[in-house]
């Protein structure tokens, strides 16, 4: 039975910087794809960023590009989001996701073919 376990979050100060992590316990498949996905009261679920292991290519957000960077530790399944320069606009609930195997979709940002979920981590941003 595969379970995420999500960290990090919390609130800061525009310009400051917060670090998420999530790990995915039981998942067997050697290949797999990680990233989060964030959604804000009164709008829609949106790709922030997302990591194959199988060939390690990555997808950001244009919003996010130059200021969030995600990696990976591959034998534990678990991936790192390092937010950096945050803005208010970077307010929201952010959600870890795992795919078993490679995901096309992950590399374009969308959730589709993500398989399990986890717990929404607060992420405030004050200005």
């Known amino acids: 039975d595969v379970q995420l376990q999500a960290s990090g979050g919390g609130l800061v100060q525009a310009g400051g910087s917060l670090r998420l992590a999530c790990a995915a316990s039981g998942l067997t498949s050697d290949d797999f794809a990680i990233g989060w996905w964030r959604q804000a009261p009164g709008k829609e679920r949106e790709g922030v960023s997302c990591?194959?292991?199988?060939?390690?290519?990555?997808y950001y957000a244009d919003s996010v590009k130059g200021r969030f960077t995600i990696s990976s530790d591959n034998a534990a399944k678990a991936a790192y989001l390092q937010m950096n320069s945050l803005k208010p606009e970077d307010t929201a609930t952010y959600y870890c996701?795992?795919?078993?195997?490679?995901?096309?979709?992950?590399?374009?940002?969308?959730?589709?073919?993500?398989?399990?979920w986890g717990k929404g981590t607060q992420v405030t941003v004050s200005s």
């Open positions: 996701a795992v795919a078993r195997g490679s995901s096309s979709w992950c590399l374009v940002g969308e959730h589709y073919g993500m398989d399990y």
């Open positions: 990591f194959s292991s199988s060939d390690g290519k990555t």
